[in-house]
């Protein structure tokens, strides 16, 4: 089984900067990790993400504002937030699809969630 531990989030003005972090601890197989987000009194929504082999994919929302990228180790994963705006304020939570090579099932873990919160 796969743990997240997240970090990174905070309060920053508009037209700052955050990096959030998300390691992963388990002997599981990795095949995807990812962020999400929920902004409040909304429904949580595809941020990015990036598969084993290095393939990215990033929400139209925040296309060309964020990154995604993950260590060589292939057990962290970071979101690199540029340019932040007041509509980026939401929780962020981490995701990862592996395979329980006990069962050699697909499923996927979350994290605890971070928030980030963009004044104006």
Request: charged letters at 20%; proline letters at 3%; hydrophobic letters at 30%.
């Amino acid at each position: 089984q796969v743990q997240l531990v997240e970090s990174g989030g905070g309060l920053v003005q508009a037209g700052g900067s955050l990096r959030l972090s998300c390691s992963a601890f388990g002997s599981d197989s990795i095949n995807t990790m990812g962020w999400y987000r929920q902004p409040p009194g909304k429904q949580r929504e595809l941020v990015a993400t990036i598969t084993r082999g290095g393939t990215t994919h990033i929400a139209d929302s925040v296309k060309g504002r964020f990154t995604i990228s993950r260590d060589s180790a292939w057990n962290t994963v970071y979101l690199q937030m540029r340019d932040l705006e007041p509509e980026d304020t939401a929780v962020y939570y981490c995701n990862v699809e592996y395979t329980d090579i006990s069962t050699w099932r697909g499923r996927d873990a979350w994290g605890q969630g971070t928030l980030v919160t963009v004044s104006p």
